[in-house]
Structure formats: C-alpha cells, structure tokens
C-alpha cells in the first residue's frame, strides 16, 4: 500500500529553466509533508516543507504548493542548477505518528548545463 | 554542530547472521527513526525510539529490534539475516522538542550486503 506516490522516477531540464517535481498521497490523516534531496552516498538532506493548513510555502528558489482536495503537492525549482541534479523524495506525515515518515519513491532530477 | 554520525558505513555479512548497526543523533536530539532503503521498497520506517523508549514502529519483523541509550545514541538490530536484508539503513535524528514537526537530520547510512 503506497501511501505516497511519485509517479516520475526521472526528470531532466536544462539549467535556469524550472523543475517541477510532483508527489500524490492518499492518507487523508497526513497533514505536514517534506521534500528531502538525496545524493549518492550520503544521507537524504532536508529541503523544504509544509502545512496541511497552507497550500504554498517558498524558500529561495525552492517553492512546494499542496492541493488537499487533490491529495498533490509539488515542488518547483527555479532557476535550476546543476547541483540541484540529486534524488528528491517526498515525504509525510501525521500528528499521531509522531516523527514517522512516509516516503515516496523518489525522483531523479538531472540538470543539464 | 556535528551531523548525525552511523558506524559501520559498509558491513558484508552472511545469511543466517546477525548485526548491529549503531547510530549517533545530532548533540540535544533525543528521537531516532531508523528507516530501510531499497531499490524496489524505497524508504521504509523501521521504528522510532525517543527518551529510551520505543514510540513507533513500522511493518518490520521481530528480527529487526533496536534499542536507545540515555545518552540518545541507538543501535538496531537484525538476526538471522536474509539475502533481502540487503540494504542502505539509515538513521534520522529530530528535537522533538515543543511539537512533533520536527525536521529529521538523516546521517549518511550504513550499506549492509548479505551474500
């Protein structure tokens, strides 16, 4: 039962245009949700999250947007850079679980110089 | 400050072993999550230890336990080891201070290959 999707394993932009990153969920109960970078070798790094009670929440040139009533959220990148080229998982989770997170399967973001 | 530390990085074992990974969270954290990560799975929770205590656990089975020393550091656990044991582990460490939002740090992991 996977509770969180991400339906592109690979995405591929040139550099200074925009990375759109999408993640879907069906757990109605998941009310905070996170975008984690990962790159070879090393452990997932935290890059931005969100409330159930936004829908938008911006940090530099990294932007997620929540749809509740489509259980969606992405992630956009703008500009893109080459060193933003790593492994990006969603995740989420929910008040009762306390720090349990439910990841995607994540997707492969490759920028192109 | 330092980052969440795992020992070993790289550990070859073989079916019907066990092993123990160990886990240092980031200095004043006292919650560590554990989670597996393969290529078909993704990252899967394992459990979650806070002041000692074992707070939540995922759909693992009981080969795989853990445990967390009053200093925060954890180890977990895994016996009679399976070829499909074969993953990165990796420990997340969080404040867990005023609410349960906390950002998790995750340290670099710990590759286990069983042969």
């Known amino acids: 039962d996977q509770q969180v999707k991400q339906n592109s394993p690979s995405l591929s932009v040139q550099e200074g245009r925009i990375s759109i990153l999408n993640c879907d969920y069906t757990?109605?109960?998941?009310?905070?949700f996170l975008w984690y970078k990962k790159y070879p070798a090393e452990g997932p790094t935290f890059l931005i999250s969100?409330?159930?009670?936004?829908d938008k929440n911006e940090d530099g040139r990294f932007t997620v947007f929540l749809n509740k009533s489509a259980k969606h959220l992405s992630l956009h990148i703008v500009p893109s850079q080459p060193g933003d080229s790593a492994v990006y998982f969603c995740a989420a989770s929910k008040e009762t679980s306390g720090s349990r997170l439910t990841f995607g399967e994540g997707t492969q973001l490759t920028v192109n110089p | 400050k330092a980052g969440v530390t795992q020992t070993p990085r790289y550990l070859i074992k073989t079916r019907g072993q066990q092993v123990t990974l160990s886990c240092s969270p980031i200095?004043?954290?006292?919650?560590v999550s554990w989670y597996q990560q393969t290529p078909g799975q993704g990252l899967q929770f394992l459990f979650e230890y806070f002041s000692e205590t074992q707070r939540n656990k995922g759909n693992f089975p009981g080969r795989f336990s853990g445990r967390q020393f009053s200093n925060s550091r954890s180890e977990m656990n895994v016996s009679t080891l399976e070829l499909g044991d074969s993953a990165l582990y990796l420990c997340?460490?969080?404040?867990?201070?005023?609410?349960?939002?906390?950002?998790?740090?995750f340290g670099p992991g710990t590759r286990l290959t069983v042969l």
């Open positions: 200095s004043g954290h006292r919650s």
């Open positions: 757990n109605s109960m998941f009310d905070y």
């Open positions: 997340a460490s969080s404040l867990v201070g005023t609410g349960f939002y906390n950002e998790q740090f």
């Open positions: 969100i409330s159930s009670i936004k």
